[in-house]
């Protein structure tokens, strides 16, 4: 099939809500939060360890900014708590970053920012959700370009769970089922169908969080939930990914790349849709910046514009949107592909920064809110998902939502 290269800047802010770092800005790029240097880990510190957060960010240019992070403490659902700074803050807000360093021999000129959580200006006290938001000072405005979501956690409970792709609703047919006890024999908890806030995260999304949730059984030592029908997920499948560290060569599902001056495109190969499971391992929506040049530096990894398309008929009433935390994983104009009629498929383009990355299509139909990945994807009960489960607690009189337990369990069937 001939294809055609859009090249199509991006002029729209990316506004959501669905990953660990979002950018409010499109001169602001690249924007992650890693735990201990393991990209890999979720964003969770324990409370009172030697546990570090780094938060990086690419601003496109060669001239400094002074930028001013803020702190605040978060209930469950990631509204403003009750508490004040002096609560859950031991010393000083809206610092400025004063780490960065201007690329080196990059095409798209950018200064990558760094700082880190705890550091010599402030470290946390309590346990919870936090927020950070980067503000620009030369804007003068109270409204942020950048934003990092991430969780403290002082284990109090202990939390056991399984997957079954056989659930309530199916026998093996595209969906998981969660079930998770969670004990509280060596904590106190006086009303634990009240007191205990459960949230549910698959692959680390958003928009199908399971929050609400009231437990099935109760004992005096722990609370179970299972045979819940909010706890029963699309399974989806594994994610597609390519591969990109070196400008003058292909990589994984890269079909070519081109130096159109002043910059580098990538072609990646036509998506088709999925009518079957796929095999290959993915990283459920991640992705690691990384070059062979400059051993991996992070200012040395060049900007590309990547070119995806999905060889799908034409469908009305609604749009596909790339989807994976290379977008923000929000569905809004940024990342909806348009739709190619003389050729016959949808595209998009991204600028991108070296490494490797995952990606779906998903499926959002007109006035909804949660998109679906039947249509691009499908969904095959024995797709390797990832669950994240927080337990929170907020006893009766207190004003912010402790998160006392997370865990990580992960559905996997033996591959061929």
């Not at 080196?104 to 920012?113: A, K, M, R, S």
């Not at 760094?114 to 959700?129: I, Q, R």
Request: proline fraction near 4%.
């Amino acid at each position: 099939m001939f294809r055609v290269i859009y090249i199509l800047l991006s002029l729209f802010p990316v506004i959501a809500s669905a990953q660990s770092a979002i950018s409010f800005s499109s001169s602001i790029r690249s924007p992650q939060v890693v735990l201990n240097e393991v990209w890999s880990d979720p964003p969770v510190m324990q409370l009172g360890s030697d546990d570090i957060l780094t938060f990086s960010f690419d601003e496109m240019s060669h001239t400094y900014k002074r930028y001013t992070y803020r702190i605040t403490h978060r209930n469950s659902d990631w509204t403003l708590s009750d508490l004040v700074e002096i609560d859950y803050l031991d010393g000083f807000n809206g610092m400025p970053i004063e780490d960065w360093e201007n690329s080196v021999n990059t095409t798209q000129l950018y200064t990558h920012y760094t700082f880190t959580v705890p550091n010599e200006n402030v470290a946390l006290k309590l346990s919870g959700n936090y927020r950070i938001e980067v503000f620009d000072d030369e804007l003068q405005e109270d409204i942020p370009v950048l934003r990092y979501d991430f969780s403290v956690v002082e284990t109090k409970v202990g939390i056991g769970a399984r997957i079954s792709g056989d659930t309530d609703r199916s026998l093996n047919d595209g969906e998981q089922q969660l079930s998770f006890i969670v004990d509280y024999s060596r904590y106190s908890v006086a009303s634990p169908a009240s007191d205990i806030k459960p949230v549910v995260y698959q692959n680390r999304r958003r928009y199908n969080a399971v929050s609400g949730i009231k437990p099935t059984y109760i004992t005096a030592n722990r609370a179970e939930y299972s045979f819940n029908s909010k706890l029963i997920f699309d399974a989806g499948n594994e994610y597609r990914r390519f591969e990109l560290t070196d400008p003058n060569s292909t990589g994984l599902n890269v079909e070519d790349v081109l130096y159109d001056e002043p910059d580098y495109h990538a072609l990646l190969y036509m998506d088709k849709v999925r009518h079957t499971h796929s095999n290959y391992r993915d990283e459920n929506g991640m992705f690691y910046v990384n070059t062979l040049e400059g051993y991996g530096s992070p200012i040395e990894a060049d900007y590309v514009y990547v070119h995806f398309a999905l060889d799908a008929p034409y469908r009305k009433g609604g749009s596909y949107y790339l989807m994976g935390d290379l977008c923000n994983g929000d569905f809004n104009r940024a990342n909806m592909l348009e739709y190619d009629k003389e050729n016959g498929y949808y595209h998009i383009s991204k600028l991108l920064k070296l490494g490797v990355y995952n990606y779906m299509y998903a499926w959002l139909p007109d006035g909804a809110s949660r998109p679906m990945l039947a249509f691009s994807e499908g969904n095959f009960y024995n797709t390797e998902n990832e669950y994240m489960i927080y337990i929170y607690h907020r006893a009766f009189g207190e004003r912010y939502d402790r998160l006392v337990g997370v865990h990580v369990v992960r559905y996997s069937l033996e591959r061929n």
